[in-house]
């Protein structure tokens, strides 16, 4: 059995995995990253990147390689969806922002963090002690055991996270998930392809969307674990073909996942503990439009920094993670609060001004698909009765 010792160890190559090697491996310390696949890998994603993400790529890593983009590359901005027909557009406030191809967009920035990269190592177990932590991963394959021996680890390993599931055995029977998943098609759409288009219809599940990618259409649904996808995902195509037109040619390609998108939702967030450190989609960032990638590179970015301050100042860097990431916390946080969205501006688009533009009659509708829309998520359904004058004075302008 092979033994290697390391001052980090990240587990996962991904953008909040390079985000905290970037940090770490600056700062002179040795930092290894296992990957149980082989690099470049797939990986299920919109690929829309915020503006405030895609800065930060920029400013970090370099602007990526052309093959890092798919086609459009650019898209404008978000595109709510009404059952009746009616369109909300929303342009991203900084302007366009790219339309990444994850495979390449990662493998990017996992090679200009210059972390070691281990792929093909599947992390199986870890025990945490005084002074480091102990992981046993496996070689892909040949099922070669390793034993690493870090001063701190990273779990950088998405939604379904094995680092956090060892590290909080109950953890995963303690959350809400979500089953999403997105069908490509050739196809005809009556849809402008520079947006993405975002349904609020509380008939349409938790999230359903639509956006052009690489000659196709996808159809993207969201619903509880356990529900019927296929159905689910059936009446999402009825919908955009009876009211945008869609007329499908071929099924390409489908693709799903479990997400644990409701940890943002509800403010239930884990960060680790004796000297691991949790961050990104694993710890439970997620923005409201499903993009991810902003605050799993910011995240990242600070497990990084709470582990260089503990080397150089001799502080627990559990302790200083848990205070430096609550800035990060409160921006996802709330970005799903709609008393910050009516009352301020959470996201990267101006709602209000959006909807000022439409006569009152559209708003008045528009505001009760928004919430119905947002009264159908676990825990929010004193939306409704607590927020309706508000909402009626701020877009309707009377009580």
Same mark, same amino acid.
């Given at each position: ?7 980090? =160890? ?20 040795? @930092? ?7 690099? &470049? ?29 798919? @086609?459009?590359?650019?898209? %404008? ?50 025990? @945490? ?29 998405? &939604?379904? +996270? ?36 975002? @349904? ?111 080397? %150089? ?37 101006? =709602? ?18 928004? =919430? ?14 607590? =927020?309706?004058? +508000? ?9």
């Amino acid at each position: 059995m092979n033994e290697i010792s390391t001052d980090v =160890l990240i587990i996962g190559a991904s953008l909040a995995g390079a985000a905290a090697a970037k940090r770490t491996v600056d700062a002179g310390f040795q @930092t290894i990253t296992i990957e149980k696949k082989e690099l &470049p890998r797939h990986k299920i994603c919109s690929g829309i990147l915020s503006p405030r993400g895609y800065a930060f790529l920029r400013e970090n890593f370099g602007e990526p390689p052309d093959n890092a983009f798919h @086609t459009p590359k650019w898209v %404008t901005g978000v595109n709510f969806l009404f059952p009746n027909g009616l369109q909300l557009p929303m342009p991203f406030i900084p302007g366009p922002t790219p339309h990444i191809y994850r495979k390449f967009a990662d493998y990017h920035v996992v090679r200009e963090s210059r972390t070691e990269v281990h792929e093909r190592t599947e992390f199986r177990d870890m025990e @945490t002690g005084a002074k480091d932590v102990r992981v046993r991963a496996r070689r892909v394959g040949t099922g070669e055991e390793i034993i690493y021996r870090a001063k701190y680890v990273i779990a950088a390993d998405g &939604p379904r +996270s094995e680092a956090v599931a060892k590290l909080y055995p109950a953890f995963r029977d303690s959350i809400y998930w979500f089953v999403v998943g997105q069908k490509y098609y050739r196809a005809d759409l009556d849809l402008d392809p520079q947006w993405f288009h975002f @349904t609020i219809n509380s008939r349409l599940g938790y999230y359903t969307w639509t956006h052009a990618e690489n000659g196709c259409h996808i159809i993207g649904y969201t619903d509880e674990h356990g529900e019927p996808w296929p159905r689910g995902h059936g009446n999402a195509v009825e919908y955009f073909q009876q009211h945008h037109g869609l007329r499908i040619h071929e099924e390409v390609f489908k693709e799903g996942c479990l997400e644990n998108f409701g940890m943002s939702l509800t403010n239930h967030f884990v960060f680790g503990e004796r000297r691991v450190l949790v961050t990104g989609q694993a710890a439970g960032f997620l923005n409201m439009m499903a993009e991810g990638m902003s605050c799993a590179m910011h995240s990242g970015a600070i497990a990084g920094e709470s582990i260089v301050e503990s080397f %150089t100042r001799n502080r627990d860097a559990n302790a200083i993670y848990d205070e430096l990431i609550q800035s990060e916390r409160k921006r996802t946080v709330d970005q799903w609060n709609p008393l910050k969205i009516l009352f301020d501006n959470p996201h990267e688009a101006d =709602l209000k001004a959006a909807i000022m533009k439409f006569p009152i009659a559209d708003r008045a509708y528009m505001v009760k698909e928004m =919430l119905a829309y947002i009264g159908q998520f676990r825990g929010y359904h004193w939306v409704a009765p607590i =927020l309706s004058a +508000s909402i009626r004075r701020l877009f309707l302008g009377r009580y």
